[in-house]
């Protein structure tokens, strides 16, 4: 591995959980500064006076810095301890610079879980951090279209900050010095890339991703128009979809721990699955409040599925690896929001999620039994 030997690494379990539990935190906030404006979408379309897609653009923009912060963190942050890194990304991101914050933070979390904890609790470790993704899907959304319809969706993002300035002092407290000895340069992408199996997962994080945002992303204007729900049922929907969320990190970091290759399939099987199952029931509360949670849980599931393909495949670069990665998911979700709202403001809401659907074939496609996915010599 690029980094320095896991330091003590029989005293750093003991302290470590509670750094993990302090980036937890982090990827809350993230992902709720994320997420509200997909429960947020048609108020913040009239107040600017854009259409819905125009907008759901607008704000995968973040995505453009979140994908060059990815692909030049390692460089730029050098020899810098990769404690100082965390502070300042979480600095940036209580000053609303949220790009920069989600590609830097994410293209360094799994290697320094990776630091944190044993090699076994890896899996563990990574779906405790998305438990933090899976928390603020739960509540961020629905919070986020109950409390707009009375503060307005300016009061909601202001609501954030003081739970950001907390998590810079949980950071400063809870993580031990992260120090590195080797610079990372941009040759180390070339090197990856020149791996056959790692240019095949970027490709089928390009489509998973991509069809999960470009349905996500026009979710609102989804319940709205074809199961015709209003704010209050909205709320209980994004609930519903993020409680399960919850349940998908917890149980994922348990039992994926094994064989992950044969679940990377998984996401783009489950969640396209349920897209398409929306189209056809989508007038049904009932039944769509179901999908939802099963397409809410494999979406937290599925990051930690794939971080933990990426700490076995590419353990000797972990840095370089994440940040590609990423790279790509953040071009992606971009690639989701364009698509998606291309797709509304030229036919209709059918068209996003058909779209989506389309997006996942592809990534199955690719990802096909995981066996090609697998690092060289790995046994099958």
Not at 163 to 181: G, Y
Not at 290 to 301: E, K
Not at 348 to 363: M, P, R
Request: a positive charge.
């Amino acid at each position: 591995m690029t980094d320095i030997p896991l330091i003590q690494k029989d005293k750093m379990t003991r302290g470590a959980w509670g750094a993990v539990w302090s980036m937890s935190l982090c990827v809350a906030m993230l992902i709720a500064s994320e997420f509200m404006p997909v429960s947020l979408l048609t108020p913040m379309a009239e107040g600017l006076g854009a259409t819905t897609g125009q907008t759901g653009q607008a704000i995968s923009i973040s995505g453009l810095f979140a994908v060059a912060t990815s692909l030049a963190i390692t460089t730029v942050a050098g020899r810098i301890n990769r404690k100082t890194v965390l502070v300042v990304l979480t600095a940036l991101m209580l000053i609303s610079l949220l790009g920069v914050c989600v590609g830097g933070f994410w293209s360094l979390a799994t290697s320094i879980l990776m630091r944190l904890v044993p090699e076994h609790d890896v899996p563990r470790a990574l779906g405790l951090m998305y438990g933090g993704q899976a928390i603020a899907a739960a509540f961020a959304a629905p919070l986020g279209s109950y409390l707009g319809d009375i503060v307005g969706w300016r009061g909601v993002f202001w609501a954030l900050t003081p739970v950001v300035a907390l998590n810079l002092v949980w950071h400063l407290v809870a993580l031990p010095s992260l120090p590195v000895t080797t610079r990372a340069s941009f040759a180390t992408f070339g090197r990856l890339l020149g791996r056959r199996h790692f240019r095949l997962d970027l490709i089928a994080i390009t489509f998973t991703w991509g069809s999960a945002f470009t349905m996500f992303t026009y979710l609102r204007p989804f319940l709205e128009q074809m199961t015709g729900v209003g704010v209050d049922l909205l709320s209980v929907l994004l609930l519903v979809l993020g409680g399960a969320g919850f349940v998908g990190s917890s149980l994922s970091g348990r039992l994926f721990g094994g064989r992950v290759e044969r679940m990377l399939c998984l996401p783009a099987l489950v969640m396209g699955s349920c897209t398409a199952a929306l189209l056809i029931a989508g007038g049904s509360v009932i039944a769509v409040g179901l999908l939802l949670a099963i397409w809410g849980a494999m979406n937290t599931a599925m990051s930690v599925i794939w971080m933990s393909w990426m700490s076995r495949n590419v353990d000797d670069l972990p840095e370089a690896a994440g940040g590609l990665m990423v790279a790509v998911i953040q071009a992606s979700i971009l690639m989701g929001g364009v698509i998606g709202g291309f797709l509304l403001d030229l036919w209709a809401i059918e068209a996003t999620f058909g779209g989506s659907v389309l997006l996942a074939l592809v990534a199955l496609a690719i990802t096909g039994t995981g066996r090609q996915l697998l690092k060289p010599n790995t046994e099958s």
